[in-house]
């Protein structure tokens, strides 16, 4: 168990929200961080969020995705997923800075910084209870679900 504090934001969100971490207070909260919107790994880690959201409500826990993609691109990959859960948009990157999300990663033989897929598990006062980077995204979410509900 980390006593860390999670990094607090407030960044837009689907759904015309604003999502500020600190207004969460109370509540579980899981954060996940993803590349890219209608991509392969990131549409199959949303789905199985999005498939396992009753059971994390259940375990009073919010879920809410995060990339750098725009709220145009958020809201449609959100309506093409019929997802329960709202997506932040990160674009300035203020909340994967804060989480050191950030890494150069190899793609097609080049170095590019990108979003390193990760998942935070934010407890109710506030505190990162668990941490997953460079997660593979088979299984993730009922991973992720099972920790929550053992909180």
Known sequence: MSTALAPDFSLPATAGQTVALSALRGRKVVLYFYPKDNTPGCTNETKDFGAHHAAFAAAGCEVFGISRDGLKSHENFKAKLELPFEL???????????????KMKNMYGKQVRGVERSTFVIDTEGRIAREWRGVKVPGHAEEVLAFVQSL
């Open 88 to 102: 932040i948009s990160d674009p300035d990157e203020v909340a994967c800075e804060a989480y050191g999300v950030m």
